[in-house]
């Protein structure tokens, strides 16, 4: 199976290029500023703000699977309309798609949430991926979206750092 994986050099990326290798899938992972260090894959500029970009790597690729990690901050055009042309050109070529969202489409102020909760934003991040999350479903269906924390990776990431320092006592900070 050939995986496309968008945002293939950041933090999540990385380790679903390292996994899509190791389980003998082709995989073509893209970046938008430089390429990632993984030899396992073959890289491809991508910009989601950019849809000839978009759909000439998906022309190229042609995957049967398209994992979508991007992260563009709250800048609105890369994270929240950007996993929607994504979507978009995944139904154009037949190809499933998994679209990464993020647990800061809560507010945090209920203390359980599900599949059937509704976002409630608080900062412009947490609303560019709820938007993404409406519009990848809209476009695309069958689309799996996933929303997953930042707190994982073995120590790896500045966030979980941050987070075991602050439950540790090792720093000071509010955690919110």
Not at 29 to 53: C, E, I, Q
Not at 89 to 104: F, L, T, W
Not at 138 to 144: F, G, L, M, S
Request: aromatic share 6%; hydrophobic share 40%.
């Amino acid at each position: 199976m050939t995986f496309l994986i968008v945002g293939g050099s950041g933090f999540r990326g990385t380790e679903l290029v390292r996994q899509a290798s190791a389980a003998g899938h082709t995989t073509v992972a893209t970046y938008a500023t430089k390429p990632g260090s993984s030899s396992l894959t073959v890289w491809r500029h991508l910009d989601l703000r950019d849809a000839g970009n978009l759909d000439a790597v998906m022309s190229e690729v042609r995957p049967q699977l398209v994992i979508n990690v991007s992260s563009g901050s709250a800048h609105w055009p890369t994270t929240a309309e950007g996993p929607i042309r994504l979507a978009m050109a995944a139904a154009k070529y037949g190809s499933r798609i998994v679209h990464v969202s993020s647990d800061a489409i809560f507010s945090g102020a209920d203390v359980h949430y599900d599949e059937s909760s509704l976002p409630d934003p608080v900062t412009p991040y947490g609303a560019a991926k709820a938007a993404a999350e409406t519009g990848v479903l809209a476009v695309h269906p069958k689309a799996t979206v996933a929303r997953t924390s930042l707190i994982i990776g073995h120590g790896r990431s500045v966030h979980e750092r941050l987070v075991h320092d602050l439950t540790a006592g090792l720093r000071d900070g509010i955690l919110f």
